[in-house]
């Protein structure tokens, strides 16, 4: 089994900051790209967006509407990606799902999600 425990998640100000960490867990061999992304309560899942991903070797991505703004990390020895949000806006409001394609021990490639973590910027 493989796992995917988000943290981090909660209320802040415009312009504020937060750090969101997500640690995969169970029968794992390797993992591949680690994301984060985001959904809105008007949009479907299939309409989550990419906010921002890692591949194993540290090359990232960002959403236009968040790069200079958060950083994506990772720790190839916890099996944990972070993402730093800073100078938040009200649109950043969302629920954050983390994302990770893994190999684990069966062995079976599959995308795994996280159970997702509510992210609110107001004042």
């Known amino acids: 089994q493989v796992q995917l425990v988000e943290s981090g998640g909660g209320l802040v100000q415009p312009g504020g900051s937060l750090k969101l960490s997500c640690a995969a867990s169970?029968?794992?061999?390797?993992?591949?790209?680690m994301g984060w992304y985001r959904q809105t309560p008007e949009k479907q899942r299939e309409q989550r967006e990419l906010a921002a991903s890692i591949t194993r070797d540290g090359t990232t991505k960002y959403a236009d509407s968040v790069k200079g703004r958060f950083t994506i990390s990772r720790d190839n020895a916890k099996n944990t990606v972070y993402l730093q949000m800073n100078s938040l806006k009200p649109e950043d409001t969302a629920v954050y799902y983390c994302n990770a394609y893994i190999l684990s021990d069966s062995p079976i490639r599959s995308a795994y999600w996280g159970q997702g973590t509510q992210v609110t910027v107001a004042s």
């Open positions: 169970g029968s794992i061999s390797a993992i591949y790209t």
